[in-house]
């Protein structure tokens, strides 16, 4: 099956990255989120890393013309999908949420459009399942920011089939992204390794033990790291990192993977990082 259009379910900081690698590789894209204003700021965050490509002469204005036209930001579900072969979910990390969209696309689309979810940590398996393509249904795992991160996580569940992995391994490959393909587990490989250091960094913060200055700058310089991770956990939202400490705790079961009280606080007073203006750093200023 050729893709030739790609729908992206939500707009925030993963889908615009998404639907942005999407449209440069060349694929028609529709991108859906539930209000205007959401929908807005995700074109225009695009519009604005395209702007600084065509700034540092890395693309044409027509060529960053070309790459905004082939994008249909839309607020109907229906729509988005319609035509799609190929529909990849980044909305908010709520299970719920989640099969819902994909219960409801289900219903749109034919049964051979392949269904993505760029979940961090919930269960692939348990997505496909609400559908009636479970062998169409795997995990595409983007990294934040999508058009310069490298890597994307294939996740494959039980139920999804070698055809299926063929077709978004080779969608990875066109989208000019290294695809690692992997069996379903809590958490996959970067997610369950990575979300233990950045909340291992919030324990050390509430310890007292130093400054986020000082732990993050221990970090990059000690081991090297391109950002340290309390600078990271606001890029990546606060609420992402809570929710995904959450599903390895209650997936493995093991209190290492408790998430620190100081991330709960943190969302609690709605301080989720650079998308509110406010995480560990202050970003208002
Ligand atoms: N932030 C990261 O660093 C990162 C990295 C990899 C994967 N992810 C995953 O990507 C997904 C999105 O995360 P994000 O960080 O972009 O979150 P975000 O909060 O920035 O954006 C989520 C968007 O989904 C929208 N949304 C909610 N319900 C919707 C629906 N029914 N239809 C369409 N849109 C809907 C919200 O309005 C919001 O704009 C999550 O599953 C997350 O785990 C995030």
Known sequence: MEIKKIAVIGAGIMGNGIAQVCAQAGYEVSVRDINQAFLDKGIKNIEKNLSKLVAKEKMTQDQMNAVMGKLKPTLELKDAVEGAQLVIEAATENIDIKKSIFKEIDGYCPPETVFASNTTAKSIAEMGAVTKRPDKFIGMHFFNPPPLMKLVEV?????????????????????????????????????????????????????????????????????????GPLRTADFMGIDLVLATMNTLYEEFGDPKYRPCPLVRNYVRAGWLGVKTGRGVYDYRK
């Open 155 to 227: 996740i494959r569940s039980l139920a999804t089939s070698d055809e299926t992995c063929k077709i978004i391994t080779d969608t990875c490959a066109k989208l000019g992204k290294k695809a690692v393909v992997i069996k379903e587990a809590p958490g996959f490989i970067v997610t369950r390794i990575f979300a233990v250091l950045i909340n291992e960094a919030f324990f050390t913060l509430m310890e007292g033990v130093a400054s986020p200055e000082e732990i993050d700058e221990a970090m990059q310089l000690g081991v090297n790291l391109p950002a």
